[in-house]
């Protein structure tokens, strides 16, 4: 059987060792009205027909070029440097445990201390932990941290948050018993914290000073969730005094991977620093005076403080941290910017164009965008399907989640998309005429999306 | 040996990667007042030296490819490399989460599948595959069930805890508000019975249990205990850390478990990275069905949908649908074990573990009674006349090679030293290891001051924790 290593004497010689003769006699404390007979499994395959079973499931699923790719919304495709997986794929790194023991643990300790400084630098903000698990739930924590700093009971959602991290907040906050409420005009001296994204789910930008301002004129925290490439680029949390920076990582170096495993990061001001959840990596010496790091704050967390722990969290997403800190090692400050500068003039072509198209129009003309923006158009779900049909990922209708922006599509550009992609995409949609076709029914309508989310 | 941080080694002169340009120019320009105005101080090395710097960090790290990690609770198996090569296909690493489901019929079914099988070796109905991590699945067992007893109109406050339990089990609970209620561990090292029958009230949620639990017992009294919880109308939660001891030879669902969570990056070979990514799915018995995360996976017609329309859902425990890549590895070791192999792992980690328990007779104090499950704990307090602690013996094995044991938990054991061996470690070096185990007892009656020092040929000697907690460095800083 594959994995296992003994071979019969060597049982055997264990079972003597134990004077026992197999090992149900082991098992005697196991009610027998509750032990297994056999599971009902397959039997185990050699390595060639499990992979090959698993890559035929891989091959039932529809990969896109990423070239042709516009569709965001929290997950994006960027170009990725091999050294990324090169470095992650070490064994020395990806097999590694939790580094509880330093002395043994060095390099992971040191690469999550230089994740720790990187997130601080790229944010503005004092400290960073070690990662969470993704944006939704960075963005979570961050509400407790300030539902617990503040002693209020209430978190207020302003403009379009990603409606996934929204419903992982209501989740948490039902459970902790906190109100979470949507809408400026909540924001009050009863608020804990104003939560908003930068740039939003629409990939608009919101007004992230006055946001600030208005929290703390309440007595409230300021959470911005944002995107890191952006950074490079745009003034980032602690420019505009924000109190606490969460976010997701997927766009440093990981693959999209049906949405996971991917990286939330959270930084905040240091006098919150004992507030945050989870690991944190600190510096210090040894007997001879050698730097080290340790797993530092720990009385924090679960495993000291149970019941009164700032978090459960205990396993984070240390290995995706890695390829983070490699991506941005890799890029430096100018690389960065360029990233999100390229990304940016990209994606207003690509707004300038598909807005001459008769029937497309931008959903928010007066608002500033980065790379991903809003267009309203007729006949989505049949445009996003003859986008399909040529190979292409269109962009990701809205009105699942909301309402009001039925027949709204949010396209997304990154450095991947190349000017003949962009060229491509735009042929297909003004060609086929589709989205300039007066509808039949009823105005301009998505037919319903896809997935429809309640 | 120790290496520079990558800010260190940072020159400022040299140029930034080679990276395209835009190719098209837009008649938009980002307003000034939404720039950065201070350049973010990342680090500017070439590939080169981003390659030796990352290069010689991971020399500094023991992993599981190359030493033995007998930490108990945290089941340290080899990680299998066609696991990850099947992750890595772009079938799966290049799929966008908002694509049509009919684009992703291969990934949706690996899903479903997966819950299927998960769902036989634990016995329960169904499966959410969403949580990122243990932690993360009890406290969204927790929710479940708090959802459950509000929907029958029921108020319940109380979670109970045994005093041997993982950390992470009293956090979770008092994160989903929950007051926690302690219960007793009797002199057997199982749940004082008595104890439990005082504090279960229709006060009480759940009873969160861990079987074998964290001294590496079966809780024998398992079906008792079931009847009691379910008798107060309360559920019952079990902690998956412990798996590893029972696939193919008991379920937690046959035990009387009504949720029930896992951790694949113990049980099911995905690798710890340091500190994750894993994954937590939690499985739950019909009634808390109703509760489970959206979207759930479901089959139709043999078509594959994503099913976001249930609408006693809890809601969402995490952006997308979990952590897919680590869903594929499991997926790929659960397939190339078998119901056989799967059993059979099982049963060799019992027998490694009875092994090592048995060898360390007289050498260490083992105060339970055996046999143990997968895992046992033992105590250095039989050192302690010496001078020599738990940390001690922690060190001494990183010293000699191995990684240490899990030190200090459960807390109920003093001095407590809790070794899990699995099944994918060989007969010759689980000899080695207690021969180490051996000669640090040896030295810590002929030597403790030696002990003490050690380690002394790792890249650095025992840290000073205390003045890091104290005054805190978090970061490098550029001034």
């Known amino acids: ?172 906050a039902d459970g902790r018993g906190f109100d979470v409420r949507v809408g400026v005009e909540h924001v009050a001296t009863d608020t804990a914290a104003v939560l908003f994204q930068q740039p939003n789910f629409l990939g608009l930008f919101e007004d992230a000073s006055g946001l600030t301002e208005l929290a703390h004129r309440s007595g409230a925290l300021s959470v911005a969730t944002v995107d890191p490439i952006s950074l490079g680029l745009i003034a980032p949390p602690g420019e505009y005094d924000a109190d606490i920076a969460v976010g997701e990582g997927q766009q440093l170096g990981l693959p999209p991977s049906f949405g996971g495993p991917h990286v939330g990061f959270i930084a905040c001001r240091r006098d919150l620093m004992r507030r945050l959840p989870g690991r944190l990596v600190g510096s210090t010496v040894d007997a001879s005076g050698r730097r080290g790091f340790v797993l530092t704050l720990t009385a924090r967390e679960q495993h000291i403080r149970r019941a009164k722990a700032t978090s459960n969290i205990c396993t984070n997403h240390s290995l995706c941290a890695l390829a983070a800190s490699v991506y941005l090692t890799y890029m430096g400050p100018e690389g960065l910017r360029q990233i999100a500068d390229v990304s940016y003039q990209r994606a207003h072509v690509l707004a300038e164009q598909l807005s001459a198209i008769p029937g497309v129009e931008l959903a928010f003309p007066d608002r500033q965008f980065l790379n991903e923006f809003p267009v309203r158009m007729f006949h989505v779900e049949q445009s996003l399907t003859r986008l399909r049909d040529a190979g292409i990922l269109g962009g990701l209708p809205v009105g699942r989640w909301y309402p009001e922006l039925d027949g709204v599509v949010v396209f997304c550009c990154t450095e991947v998309n190349d000017p003949d992609a962009i060229q491509t995409l735009v042929g297909v949609l003004s060609e086929s005429g589709v989205a300039a076709q007066v509808p039949t029914t009823s105005g301009r309508s998505s037919e319903g999306g896809q997935g429809g989310q309640g | 040996m120790t290496e520079p941080l990558s800010f260190e080694m940072s020159r400022a002169s040299l140029p930034p990667p080679r990276l395209p340009v835009a190719g098209v120019r837009s008649n938009s320009q980002l307003p000034d007042e939404l720039r950065r105005r201070r350049e973010p101080a990342l680090p500017r090395l070439s590939e080169p030296e981003i390659m030796r710097h990352y290069s010689r960090l991971a020399s500094l790290n023991y992993s599981i490819s190359e030493q033995f990690y007998p930490l108990g609770s945290c089941t340290m198996k080899y990680n299998p490399v066609a696991n990850e090569e099947a992750a890595r296909f772009d079938g799966f690493a290049g799929l966008h989460p908002y694509q049509d489901d009919d684009t992703v019929q291969g990934a949706l079914e690996l899903m479903w599948r ?363 800083s550029p001034d």
């Open chain 1, 1 to 172: 059987m594959p994995y296992l290593v003994h071979a019969a004497d060597d049982r055997e010689q264990m079972l003597d060792a134990l004077g026992v003769r197999s090992v149900d006699d082991l098992l005697v404390d196991i009610p027998a009205s509750i032990r297994t007979h056999e599971l009902d499994l397959p039997e185990g395959l050699s390595e060639q027909e499990t992979m090959r079973c698993v890559r035929e499931l891989a091959g039932r699923n529809r990969v896109f070029e990423d070239r042709l790719w516009f569709r965001g919304g929290g997950v994006y495709r960027r170009f990725i440097p091999a050294a990324v997986a090169a470095v992650t794929s070490k064994p020395e790194f990806y097999t590694a445990y939790t580094p509880y023991q330093p002395e043994a643990s060095q390099g992971t300790l040191q690469a999550i201390f230089e994740f720790q400084t990187l997130i601080a630098e790229l944010t503005g903000m004092d400290v960073a932990n070690a990662s969470l698990y993704d944006g939704a739930t960075a963005l979570a924590e961050a509400a407790m941290m300030a539902v617990v700093d503040t002693g209020r009971q209430k978190v207020v959602v302003a403009g379009h948050l990603h409606p996934e991290y929204v419903e992982v907040l209501r989740c948490f």
């Open chain 2, 114 to 476: 997966l819950e299927q099988s998960l769902a036989e070796i634990v016995g329960v109905d169904r499966i959410t595959l969403q949580p990122a991590a243990g932690a993360h699945g009890e406290w969204t067992a927790l929710r479940m069930i708090q959802a459950y007893h509000r929907s029958r109109g029921e108020h319940r406050t109380e979670v109970i805890v045994p005093d041997s339990a993982h950390g992470t089990n009293p956090a979770s609970a008092a994160l989903s508000g929950f007051t926690v209620v302690e219960v007793r561990s009797g002199a057997d090292g199982r749940v004082d019975v008595g104890d439990l029958d005082a504090k279960l009230s229709t006060r009480v949620a759940a009873l969160m249990l861990t079987n074998p639990n964290t001294l590496g017992l079966f809780e024998r009294q398992i079906l008792d205990v079931a009847e009691m919880v379910h008798a107060t109308g309360a559920k019952l939660y079990y902690d998956g850390a412990n798996l590893n001891a029972l696939m193919g030879i008991c379920r937690p669902g046959d035990m009387g478990f009504d949720a029930v969570h896992l951790n694949l990056h113990k049980t099911f070979t995905t690798p710890h990275g340091g500190g994750g990514p894993g994954a937590g799915p939690v499985g739950v018995k019909a009634e808390l069905v109703p509760f489970l995360p959206r979207p759930t996976v479901e089959r139709d017609d043999g078509r594959f949908r994503l099913d976001y329309d249930r609408p006693r859902s809890i809601g969402r425990v995490r952006s997308f649908y979990g952590n897919f890549g680590m869903l594929v590895r499991a997926f790929t070791y659960i397939l190339a074990m078998g119901g056989d192999g799967l059993t059979q792992a099982s049963k060799d980690a019992v027998l490694a573990a009875n092994y090592v328990r048995e060898s360390l007779e007289g050498w260490l104090e083992v105060p339970h009674r055996g046999p143990c499950m997968h895992e046992f704990v033992a105590s250095a307090r039989n050192l302690g006349a010496d001078g020599v602690k738990a940390l001690d013996v922690a060190k001494g094995l990183l010293e000699r090679g191995f990684y240490a044991p899990t030190v200090y938990f459960p807390l109920i054991v003093p001095e407590a030293v809790m070794i899990e061996p699995t099944e994918t470690e060989s007969k010759a070096t689980l000899d080695a290891f207690v021969d180490a185990l051996r000669e640090i007892v040896e030295l810590a009656r002929n030597d403790p001051e030696e002990l003490r020092a050690e380690p002394r040929s790792l890249p650095v000697g025992r840290l000073d924790e205390v003045s890091a907690a104290r005054n805190p460095v978090l970061r490098w």
